[in-house]
Every structure is written in C-alpha cells, then in structure tokens.
C-alpha cells in the first residue's frame, strides 16, 4: 500500500467524496481516467495497481476539487466544490517558493508537492469560496508569485506523491511536506489590497488624501505615487494610509504594501538597479518585519513592481 499517497488522499478529501484520479503516459495522447469514491482509491488493491501502472510509466493525477456523485467527466460542471486553491512553479521554483513562504499576501500553505527538480504545486485547503472567487484568486496567487496562469481552472488535476514523475530522466519522486493545517477563508489572501498599477500612471495627480466615500485601493495608490514622488516620508505615509484605511482588515499590512510598492515601482522607473531596489526595501522595514522574511518580502514585491511596469508597456 502507497502509504504516501494514501495520506495525502485522506488529507485533501472528506469520507464518500468523489474524485477524478488521471494516469497519463507521455507517448500517449490519450490519458486514461477512473472516477471513484474515496474509500475506493485507498483500498490497498486499488493503490497497488496504481503503483504497477506508475512503474510501467504513467504519471498519477488526482483532481484538485471534489466531484458531483455519479460523475462521469472531470469537467467544470461536475466539480462539486471549491476545495483548493492552488499554484505551480516552474521556473526559479526554489526562489519562488521562498518568496510565497515569507509573503504575507497569502497564508501558510496546507500541501506542498515537490514535483521535480526546482518544481513545485502548492495547495490551500479553503471553504466559503465559489468558483468565480477561486478563479480570480487562482490568476491574482499566480501573477504575484510567478505560477502557471494557466493553471486556474477549477477542474485542474494535481500530482499525487508517493509515485515517480516520468515525465523528466531519470524519473523524480514527486514529494509531500504539510506546513499547515488550517483550512482558509478569502478573508486570509490579501492579493487585492494593491490597485493593479499598471492601467495607472506613474505619478498621481492627486494632491490630497480622498475622501471617506472615495476611499478605493486605486485611489490610495495614486495618492501614494503623488506624495512619494513629492518626497515624502515613507514612514509618515504608512502611518497616515494605515489611519485613513482602518476599514481594512489589516491596516498597517495594507498600508506597508501599497507603500513599498509604490516605492519599488518608481525605483525602478528611475533606473535603479533591482538589487538596490531589494536591499532599500528590506532596510525600510527591518525594524517592523522578522529579518527572516525580510529579503524574500523585498524581492517579492519588486517582481510585483517590475510586473506592473511590465504591462503598462504592453497595454
């Protein structure tokens, strides 16, 4: 018996629920797929033919959500909830893994697969969320930590661990570690809280703090790039953007990040060299964020500035 993956199983899915496991080769164009119940997958049996058809070269998938009783498809209509979020990271995978692990614009992840090496599939186990919300949240994990954007479909197969990834030689066993386990709400992913710049100009026009009723992140954000480009304080306008934005949740983390944002944006704008922007950030906040954390927050949020840049130059 797949001890590994049977756990794993058990972890993501509840008693009775229906579940979409994909054996695909890959000199085959055809994937082979088994609906079936949980308690049929872990049945030792059923796991041992698993392993036979792992050995003889098909890569093992599981769904990423729940499927409807008496499903016979893994298409969109027949996912029966949002059970996980998830991202893949193919490239820079251990420095973006990094990055994820110290931000605070996302939880502790529930699983993380190693599926080769430098690759990897995180998951948050979540609850309250409907398929519009996880999809917008699936594209705004994989644009803030450089994930697969197209892999944000509800209906999105995962690696199951305890079996051998065929598709690199010689084959890599794809692994499992359990940082966390909660289960999450939207309320724990602050991927929002920064205004997508890049429909915005560089420096806002505006001059003064907008009002209660126009208090929106893209209104925050142009004032911040005025008062910043003017000269001043960082310090002083987290304080006063954290004061002003007490409707949300987290004032302060609000504040910082649209801040330090901000800054790295026109930073980088002024030609400043990326490792400057990084070690500027990370000095201005040493007092207020664990040093642990510190550079991979800076680096993360630079890559989010220089993405900004980025599609203000195509769009």
Request: aromatic residues 8%; glycine residues 4%; contains cysteine.
């Amino acid at each position: 018996m797949n001890q590994v993956a049977a756990n794993f199983l058990t972890r993501c899915f509840a008693s009775s629920e229906t579940i979409a496991l994909l054996l695909r080769r890959e000199n085959e164009r055809r994937p082979q797929q088994r609906v079936v119940t949980l308690e049929q997958a872990l049945q030792p049996r059923y796991l041992a033919w698993l392993g036979f058809e792992n050995d003889d070269g098909a890569n093992i998938y599981v769904s990423a959500n729940p499927l409807r009783p008496g499903s016979r498809k893994r298409i969109k209509e027949c996912i029966a909830s949002v059970r996980h979020l998830y991202i893949d990271i193919d490239t820079d995978g251990d420095a973006r893994l990094a990055a994820l692990r110290a931000s605070d614009q996302v939880p502790p992840p529930t699983v993380i697969l190693s599926t080769s090496q430098g690759k990897y599939q995180a998951l948050w186990r979540v609850a309250g969320f409907d398929f519009g919300r996880q999809e917008r949240t699936l594209k705004q994990i994989a644009s803030a930590f450089g994930g697969d954007h197209a892999c944000t479909d509800c209906n999105r197969v995962l690696r199951v661990p305890g079996f051998a990834n065929h598709k690199y030689s010689p084959a890599h066993s794809v692994t499992v570690e359990y940082p966390s386990n909660s289960i999450y709400t939207s309320e724990d992913f602050r991927l929002d809280e920064v205004a997508d710049a890049s429909v915005l100009p560089v420096c806002g026009n505006t001059q003064k703090l907008p009002s209660r009723n126009q208090s929106h992140s893209e209104d925050d954000w142009a004032w911040v790039l005025s008062e910043l480009s003017r000269g001043k304080d960082a310090a002083k306008l987290t304080r006063e953007l954290a004061l002003h934005r007490s409707d949300k949740p987290d004032p302060l983390y609000y504040a910082r990040r649209t801040v330090d944002v901000a800054s790295a944006r026109l930073w980088l704008a002024e030609g400043i060299r990326i490792d400057d922007v990084i070690t500027m950030l990370e000095v201005r906040r040493r007092f207020e964020i664990p040093a642990a954390a510190a550079r991979a927050r800076a680096r993360e949020i630079t890559a989010t500035a220089q993405r900004m840049i980025a599609r203000r130059k195509t769009a």
